[in-house]
């Protein structure tokens, strides 16, 4: 028990991105940890939520899997297969949404594997009295171009504003093709708009090169709680090198001309 506490506390050991998950209310997810050559004596699950202490969710020990409480239900599931840990949570719930992470050693030495934030989107998010709103829901842009995604903290009502004061926090997430995609940047720095009634956050990123499309998420904290975006679909254009389509016109025109001359010999 030292030893775990401890490699809570050493988060330096933690070298790996928070990727992210996103699912609708209701999904089955599937959260894997795993790793190759000496294979860990233990291995923990453990779930962070936004302003709680850690919980640990699932146990392995050499190839036996166990859920803790109140984690050993029907909705979830704790297996391994050759050298992949996999937790599974069955009938998504909003209050499973936090960071999960992996972690495995020995009793003498524990480190973290990976993490996980899973995000679950309520379709009942804009029914509240704050909700967060993202646009545009998709953007293309040529490669070597910038693009620009907004993020915007709603209030229903104009008064809703003042009950959650202070400071905002915003991050963003790209979820694309990537094998490990996470956090890309955090922002605190908001802009008042619709008249006062929303915060507008913006992130302009210039997409180099096609594994930089992909969908971006914010999620801002306030009022003890995150709320996350629906995503910005940014999608790369086809574009033509201007040799190319010289080259094209050039080769048209001489096919052309070589036509006219054969015909023209006839």
Known sequence: LLS?????????????????????????????CSRSGDQPRFLFWHKL???????????????????????????????????V???????????????????GGSSISMVFFNGTLLAVNDPKNQKKSVYVKQSPDVESVQLGNSVTLRCSLVYKKE???????????????RAGSESNPGIIYTDSTCSDGQEGRSCDYRLSKTIRESSDAGTYYCAVATCGQILFGEGTQVETKQTWDPAIIVLGTLLALCLVVIS??????D
């Open 49 to 83: 939520n936004f302003g709680n202490m850690f919980q640990r969710v699932a146990v392995g020990y050499l190839n036996r899997t166990t859920l803790e409480y109140p984690f050993n239900s029907s909705r979830f599931r704790f297996t391994k297969r050759h050298d």
């Open 4 to 32: 775990v506490s401890s490699a809570l506390i050493q988060s330096h050991e933690f070298s790996h991105r928070i990727s992210l998950t996103v699912a609708d209310l209701g999904d089955n997810v599937t959260l894997t």
């Open 159 to 173: 008064e809703n504003t003042s009950r959650c004061p202070g400071e905002h926090r915003v991050h963003w997430f």
């Open 260 to 265: 006219v001359l054969v015909f023209s010999r």
């Open 85 to 103: 840990y996999s937790l599974t949570i069955r009938n998504v719930r909003k209050e499973d949404e936090a960071t999960y992470l992996c972690q």
